[in-house]
């Protein structure tokens, strides 16, 4: 069946260190997004792609990148952690128009 | 910005009661409204949607209302069970692939 999967599901960080979470799906879904989910602030988009090589920002984009180098993957880095990214990070897929949305099982980071 | 408002923020409600959650969208542009369930831990799951060339949808304990004039829509869950308590997030489509979350309702089902 196909699914989407993050990596880790839970990881501990220092401040300042470059961190990666991983999102893969085989939905062959051109359409991938991450956001982070916050008490009091539902999901908040981080960064999307609509098919390889294409990367866009989204409301919280600072201190975030990606790359979609395949259909597959989209990493999530964070370059220089901080306190503030302490969250849980969804990756998410879907098909044109955002049909059939699904989300990956979630990765829990704690900046330290 | 373009943004969704649900409420309320947390509801609590009698096993068999009914349980209506009301969302506000700005964008009069949005067409396409999802309703996700997340349970405790777990990642958010598509329970229902509507279109916004139709006006009410339902599948068996949940219909989901859509007032496009007002741009407000609901989701109403009836006979509630004790499973149906989750945290609720209603969204909102915008520039065709992405979406408004709402901050999320806690719903209690107290048996």
């Known amino acids: 069946d196909a699914e989407i999967t993050q990596s880790p599901r839970h990881k501990i960080t220092e401040t300042g260190r470059q961190v990666t979470l991983a999102c893969h799906q085989t939905w062959n879904h051109n359409n991938m997004f991450w956001y982070r989910q916050d008490l009091g602030h539902g999901l908040r988009l981080i960064h999307y792609s609509y098919g390889v090589h294409d990367t866009n920002k989204g409301e919280v984009s600072d201190g975030y990148s990606v790359s979609r180098s395949n259909t597959e993957d989209l990493p999530l880095t964070l370059e220089s952690a901080a306190s503030s990214q302490t969250s849980v990070y969804f990756c998410?897929?879907?098909?044109?128009?955002?049909?059939?949305?699904?989300f990956g099982s979630g990765t829990r980071l704690t900046v330290v | 910005g373009e943004n969704v408002e649900q409420h309320p923020s947390t509801l609590s409600v009698q096993e068999g009661d009914s349980a209506v959650i009301k969302c506000t969208y700005s964008?009069?542009?949005?067409?396409?409204f999802p309703w996700y369930k997340q349970e405790l831990g777990k990642r958010p799951q598509l329970i229902i949607d509507i279109r916004s060339n139709v006006g009410e949808k339902k599948d068996q304990r949940i219909a989901v209302t859509l007032n496009k004039t007002a741009k407000h829509f609901s989701l109403h869950i009836t006979e509630t069970q004790p499973e149906d308590s989750a945290v609720y997030f209603c969204?909102?489509?915008?520039?065709?692939?992405?979406?408004?979350f709402g901050s999320g309702t806690k719903l209690n089902v107290k048996p």
């Open positions: 998410a897929s879907s098909e044109p128009g955002g049909y059939g949305y699904t």
């Open positions: 964008d009069s542009a949005s067409n396409y």
């Open positions: 969204a909102a489509r915008y520039n065709f692939n992405k979406f408004y």
